[in-house]
T-cell receptor, first 112, second 114 residues
Framework: KAGVTQTPRYLIKTRGQQVTLSCSPI?????VSWYQQTPGQGLQFLFE???????NKGNFPGRFSGRQFSNSRSEMNVSTLELGDSALYLC???????????FGSGTQLSVL | AQSVTQLGSHVSVSEGALVLLRCNYS??????LFWYVQYPNQGLQLLLK??????LVKGINGFEAEFKKSETSFHLTKPSAHMSDAAEYFC????????????FGRGTSLIVHP
């Protein structure tokens, strides 16, 4: 089975722009979650989607949004980028509740 | 709210020495507990998972962790460190109460000296 695929691998944007990140989960996994990883804050949960519905949401501003498609692929969007949004964004999929997460390699976002 | 504390942001050992990475969680009910490893420029991958079947959990690459309810701890150990073990290690807790979103510790960077 192919692993979790995230695209693009690297992204450079300027303040005020918006960005869309993509995640393709492992085939058959219906849960997809997103995390922001920074040296200062560590790993922080953004949101989780299950069968196209947002099931859980972390404590991030409304500029961060996401969606999941019928094939379980997910996208994450950040609008009006700020310098502090520079981070590694990780996507993970899971075969079921309470099961381990399978992570992608992440998208490294740099906001200039 | 759950919390996970990993003591020591950096742990340095010599090759062949014992590895001990500490993790304490706050929860009134034994949850799911995980250890993940992250190599440079990669995502996290699971080392091992505790699910109440046994207090000593064996994982991949020779790692194991012991769940101690009285101490709310889930420390990760490996008898003999290898250079390839150098990475960032994350402890995570999931549950209770139906929330299957893990809370991660801040991570411990393992440095292995030759």
């Amino acid at each position: 089975k192919a692993g979790v695929t995230q695209t693009p691998r690297y992204l450079i944007k300027t303040r005020g722009q918006q960005v869309t990140l993509s995640c393709s989960p492992i085939s058959g996994h219906r849960s997809v979650s997103w995390y922001q990883q920074t040296p200062g804050q560590g790993l922080q949960f953004l949101f989780e989607y299950f069968s196209e519905t947002q099931r859980n949401k972390g404590n991030f501003p409304g500029r961060f949004s996401g969606r999941q498609f019928s094939n379980s692929r997910s996208e994450m969007n950040v609008s009006t980028l700020e310098l502090g949004d520079s981070a590694l964004y990780l996507c993970a999929s899971s075969p079921g509740d309470g099961e381990k997460l399978f992570f992608g390699s992440g998208t490294q976002l740099s906001v200039l | 709210a759950q919390s996970v504390t990993q003591l020591g942001s950096h742990v340095s050992v010599s090759e062949g020495a014992l590895v001990l990475l500490r993790c304490n969680y706050s929860s009134s009910v034994p949850p799911y507990l995980f250890w993940y490893v992250q190599y440079p420029n990669q995502g996290l991958q699971l080392l091992l998972k505790y699910t109440s079947a046994a207090t000593l959990v064996k994982g991949i690459n020779g790692f194991e962790a012991e769940f101690k309810k009285s101490e709310t701890s889930f420390h990760l150990t490996k008898p003999s460190a290898h250079m390839s073990d150098a990475a960032e290690y994350f402890c995570a807790v999931m549950g209770p109460g139906g929330s299957y979103i893990p809370t991660f510790g801040r991570g411990t960077s393992l440095i292995v000296h030759p």
